[in-house]
């Protein structure tokens, strides 16, 4: 049975009350592509939601910089935990070893020379510390161990298909973004390090995954371009028994690098992993009642809104940044607006911050994903 010590204070952050955190070292061993053993305590950040269980167990994983690996101390992934914990989840995120606190050397996930890169040994490193954290996450009374989902980024996400390939025990899903390896994009931009012995790795997973599986990538990511990411799940879904259980989203650019989408771009991806986790049996919060879509606008345009007022745009941007169940409600002259996300009663609340200045009815805009506003709706602008 896996041990963790606990109690570990942390000066340079206050753990979050609100999502349950705390913070374990967990002893792991792992070999490296030398057949060097490393023994350390890997540090692992967990949250949890309000009330007794049993949860589903989501893990998170981190990606590999190819500067600094001992920052940040320890990983959390604030914004993707509060979507998981929102969700039913208890979560836990890894900081592998070689990274962060549990110090950069010796550097169990090194994989080689650009040119005699050795991948498949490396990612067995990162899958092997996290069925360490796994196990020990199932052995919590408060969780239901046949309920597992891995979601990575970058390293993190080919770590995620590489636990995938190997079925532990309760995995349901696995969620790969930007997942590659050996990209650079200050030396090398779209071009990583043997992107074909990457290709067939990811065959050779093919051959073995049994879950559903969700690969993101971006259209500008500058670690491993546009072109290989796709040719890396084509050789993974030719090799698999069953194609249908693998999709791909192929997202436009994102900002200057949309390698980093997974961090910067949740308004953007939370309703594409919503629907993909949905499609796996996990419920995902929404406001009570029967909201239609009319088609007024699209949802992610700011300049849409029946408005005069740059405020309330600005406003709409900071709404879009919130998490189900959500709402941004405005007075039919356009004038003032309220919203709110994250919680049941969301309307409520956006109703009740509109109605306390408008001079005129409120009404929603958007609930949940919806835009439910009328062209009647609209008075005097």
């Given at each position: 049975?896996?041990?963790?010590?606990?109690?570990i204070v942390w000066a340079e952050e206050q753990l979050s009350t609100a999502l349950n955190e705390s913070v374990i070292k967990l002893p792991t061993t792992v070999?490296?592509?030398?057949?060097?053993?490393?023994?350390?305590?890997?540090?692992?950040t967990q949250f949890r939601p309000h009330g007794e269980g049993p949860f589903p167990i989501a893990i998170l994983l981190h990606g590999r910089s190819y500067k600094d690996r001992s920052k940040p101390g320890r990983e959390r992934f604030l914004q993707a935990t509060k979507y998981?914990?929102?969700?039913?989840?208890?979560?836990?995120?890894?900081?592998?070893l070689g990274y962060g606190e549990s110090g950069t050397e010796p550097d169990p996930e090194y994989s080689g020379t650009c040119?005699?890169?050795?991948?498949?040994?490396?990612?067995?490193v990162a899958a092997s510390s996290t069925l360490d954290v796994i196990a020990y996450a199932k052995q919590q009374s408060y969780?239901?161990?046949?309920?597992?989902?891995?979601?990575?980024?970058?390293?993190?996400?080919?770590t995620a298909i590489t636990l995938a390939a190997k079925n532990p025990s309760g995995l349901i899903a696995a969620i790969n973004f930007a997942g590659g390896g050996g990209g650079n994009p200050e030396t090398q931009p779209n071009e990583p390090c043997r992107p074909d012995l990457l290709k067939e790795m990811f065959g050779l997973y093919g051959k073995t995954a049994k879950v559903p599986s969700l690969w993101i990538y971006t259209e500008n990511d500058k670690y491993f371009g546009s072109v290989y990411p796709k040719q890396w799940f084509a050789e993974f879904q030719k090799q698999s028994p069953d194609r249908q259980l693998a999709e791909y989203r192929a997202m436009p650019a994102f900002s200057d690098n949309g390698h980093f989408f997974f961090s910067r771009g949740f308004s953007i991806w939370r309703p594409v992993v919503d629907e993909f986790l949905r499609r796996q049996g996990v419920?995902?919060?929404?406001?009570?009642?029967?909201?239609?879509?009319?088609?007024?606008?699209?949802i992610y345009e700011p300049a849409s809104l029946p408005v005069n007022k740059a405020e309330i745009r600005e406003h709409y941007v900071k709404f879009l940044e919130l998490d189900l169940p959500r709402a941004f409600v405005m007075d039919a002259a356009g004038?003032?607006?309220?919203?709110?996300?994250?919680?049941p009663d969301a309307l409520e609340k956006a109703m009740a911050i509109c109605k306390k200045r408008a001079?005129?009815?409120?009404?929603?805009?958007?609930?949940?994903?919806?835009?439910?506003?009328?062209?009647?709706n609209i008075s005097e602008l």
């Open positions: 049975m896996l041990a963790a010590s606990s109690g070999s490296n592509i030398f057949n060097q053993v490393i023994t350390k305590d890997m540090v692992v998981f914990v929102n969700r039913g989840f208890a979560v836990w995120v890894p900081t592998r040119s005699g890169k050795k991948y498949i040994p490396a990612y067995e969780v239901d161990p046949a309920r597992i989902v891995v979601l990575g980024q970058s390293y993190g996400g080919t419920p995902i919060p929404h406001t009570p009642g029967s909201f239609q879509d009319t088609g007024f606008a699209n004038e003032f607006a309220g919203y709110a996300g994250g919680m001079q005129k009815e409120c009404l929603a805009y958007v609930v949940d994903d919806k835009v439910v506003w009328k062209k009647t």
